[in-house]
């Protein structure tokens, strides 16, 4: 098996099992940084700061190398959070 049949068999488990997976995960990650809404959070430029250094640090794992769907959509959160 390799590498990317292994990180396909994991997210498939994690999604049976936990229901969630990479993909999942950010796409809430990516929803609640478009849809602040009105309910109280950290100020809008320190909750960035954050998501962006959650953002480098996934990016940084060997899962990042391996699940490009998932890596274009933090990618893209990236840069919808560098250009705010």
Not at 16 to 37: F, I, K, S, Y
Not at 63 to 70: N, Q
């Amino acid at each position: 098996m390799d590498r990317e049949e292994f990180e396909g068999l994991v997210q498939g488990l994690l999604k049976a099992n936990w229901g969630m997976d990479w993909t999942g995960w950010w796409e809430l990650v990516d929803w609640n940084v478009r849809n602040r809404g009105e309910v109280e959070r950290f100020p809008e430029e320190e909750e960035r700061e954050i998501v962006l250094e959650v953002v480098e640090a996934w990016l940084g794992r060997e899962e990042a190398g391996v699940l490009a769907e998932v890596r274009d959509r933090v990618l893209a959160l990236r840069q919808l959070l560098m250009g705010k």
